[in-house]
Structure formats: C-alpha cells, structure tokens
C-alpha cells in the first residue's frame, strides 16, 4: 500500500468522537450487550472438574422459571396490577460469587434470556451503568422507572466507592420492596486481594439490609477465556497497525497515550456511544497507564469494547504491561486483571486484520 493511498483512505479516529447520549438510550440499552446476544443456559460448557458451574446453571434456570408470574405491584409503569405479592418463600435475588472469566456474565445473561417478560420488564446493566442511570434520570424517577421491571440484572456490582455503593443499595432495597427480582456480579473491595475475587460474605455485608434477598451462588473455575488457548499476540509494528487499521472498512487509528488524554474527556457513561458502529480498533505506541483514574477510565472502555466484540489491534507494549505492579496489587487489582483479560481476547480476535 503506497502512502497516498493510505492518505486517501483515511480511518475513524476515537478522539474526534465526543458523543452525547440521551437518558432514554440509557433506558433502552439496558439489556444484555451484543456479545451476549445469544448466550443460553444450554451454550455454558461448565467445566467438568468444577461441579459448582452446573449447580450454578440448575439453579439459576430454576430462579427464571419462578419469575414466570405477572409483575404484582403497582409501583412502577405496569399499575394496572395491583394486588401486592405475597412474601417470597425463597430469596429474590441471586449473586454469582467467583473469579474473573469463569462465565458469571454469561450466566446473568442467560438468566435475563430466560425469565419469561418482556425485554421492557427486564433491565441488566452494569453498576457503572445503573449509576450512571441515576445521575441522568434522579433517584426517584429511576425506582419509578424499573419498579415496574420483573428482574434487574447488575454485572460487576462496584464496592469500591462507599457513597456509590449506599446509593445504589437504597435503590435496590425501593426495587425490592416493588416486587423486583434481583441478580448480581460484583468486584473486589479494596484490600481484598486473596484469589482475586469478592467473597459472598463480604458483598453481602457491603449490602447490608438487602442481604437477605440474596442468595450466593459460588462458581468456580478458571479464567475461560484462556482456558486452552494460544498465549496473546505480541504487538505489532506502528506501520503494520497502520495499514490494517487503513484496510479496515469502519476501524478507528489513535495513538495511545492521545486516546488515554481524550477518554478524560468524555463521561464513561458515553463510552458505548463511542464505539457505535466500529469495526475494529487500532492503537500505536501503547504504554504504561501513568496513573489510576486513567487506568479506570480505561477498564470502562475495554469492557465496552469487550461487549461490543469489537478486535483490537496494537503496536507497543502487550496488554500485561498495561498496569503497574503498584496497580496490580491494590485495591482495584480485579478491575485491571479483567481489562487485561478481555483486551487480550480481543488482541486475539484483532489478529485476521494483519496481512500474512
């Protein structure tokens, strides 16, 4: 490829894109990302030396089938039902409790798939996702808007920030009381360092009046996505990066540390809106995230781009590299362990873009 023709063939660049995302997309975009579009309980392969991936998979399709009942409460948009349900005989909510890659959004996925409501009656959406939702709607216009809902699904339930973590428990427990069934994921507390898990123990504590709406579902297991599979591709060379990313209908170019800058700038809640309609993703001279506020904006990016199955090809230093040491032990360790995880699945999927 000549460098005209390169000039000619110019990319989408991340760093133009500065989108602004209505509260009624917020709304409607909570449901399962695209990744997890077809996911089923019956396309989770438990890994036969984990029997609690299985029980897992039972139980969680016996809570979908409970949840089968007409929404019961008038609190919410659906008030023509007014009577008010009885007492649940068993918890209504559900936490999957395990380590990063052994399939807990998957599952959750699955979970919102199978419980037999309309995808207006049922909501999932990350923590990030549901405050963010608060933010753009007000509290109390929120708990109006999902209280109509049969089930809220919240992946990666954050635990890192003490007012975020009260808010968003003040709204499950207004959600509860309106009859809405709940499952969640969550992340590490800072200092838990251990497996690199949360424990039940200490999510449910987190929670604390809601804990007894839960009940924890152990899954364990190793990280999927490597189980079994070649080690990540070593980054390419700037021009090889190039070319692709120009060969590539609908892929964007950036250099790294000019993306990390423009992610400061634009809300993380907009970081779906960022990546509309991306086919790939392109970065050179990736290098050590400088710090921590933009290693987190980062995490946010990833899993979006993560949910949206959107390949990224790099030159610079391989995704391990990404976070310090300092980083990798503290408090947010699992945050940047899934980033890495998910960006080196994608690094993966990048690899068709390079010309042999």
């Known amino acids: 490829m000549s460098t005209s023709a390169i000039t000619e063939a110019a990319p989408l660049s991340l760093c133009a894109r500065e989108p602004h995302v209505p ?3 917020l709304v409607a975009e909570m449901v399962p990302p695209p990744r997890f579009d077809a996911v089923r309980f019956d396309t989770y392969i438990p890994d036969p030396n984990q029997p609690s991936q299985t029980q897992a998979v039972e139980v969680l399709a016996s809570f ?8 019961a409460t008038g609190a919410g948009r659906r008030r023509w039902f007014q009577k008010k349900p009885p007492a649940p005989a068993a918890p209504r909510g559900v936490y999957l409790d395990g380590g990063y890659g052994v399939g807990k959004t998957h599952l959750l996925a699955s979970l919102w798939h199978a419980t037999p409501a309309e995808p207006s009656l049922k909501a999932f959406g990350t ?3 549901l405050t963010n939702l608060v933010g753009a709607l007000g509290f109390q216009q929120t708990v109006a808007t999902l209280s109509g809902h049969r089930l809220l699904c919240i992946d990666e339930f954050e635990l890192d ?3 975020d973590t009260v808010l968003v ?13 709940l499952a969640a994921t969550s992340n590490t507390l800072p200092g838990k360092l251990g497996e690199g898990r949360f424990a039940a123990a200490d999510f449910l504590r987190e929670i604390q009046g809601l804990s007894a709406h839960f009940r924890p579902l152990r899954i ?19 021009e090889q990066v190039t070319r692709a990313a120009h060969a590539t209908p ?14 400061e700038r634009v809300h993380p809640s907009r970081y779906g809106a960022l990546t509309d309609d991306l086919r790939a993703v392109c970065l050179t001279g990736v290098t050590p995230v400088p710090d921590q506020s933009t290693a987190l904006r980062l995490v946010v990016l990833a899993d979006r781009l993560y949910d949206r199955e959107v390949p990224v090809l790099a030159s610079g230093l391989p995704f391990d590299e990404l976070f310090s040491d300092e980083m990798l032990n503290g408090g947010y360790r699992k945050k940047y362990f899934r980033a890495i995880s998910r960006l080196t699945a994608l690094a993966r999927d990048a690899k068709g873009l390079v010309a042999q």
């Open 64 to 71: 979908a089938a409970g949840l089968g009942g007409a929404h």
């Open 169 to 181: 428990s003040t709204l499950l427990g207004k959600l509860v009381d309106a009859g809405v069934a």
């Open 23 to 25: 509260a009624d997309r």
């Open 127 to 129: 923590f990030v996702e």
């Open 250 to 263: 609908g892929a964007s170019l950036d250099d790294f540390p000019s993306l990390l800058a423009h992610l």
């Open 161 to 163: 920030d003490p007012g």
């Open 220 to 238: 364990d297991g190793e990280d999927y996505r490597h189980r079994g599979l070649p080690e990540a591709p070593a980054p390419y060379a700037d």
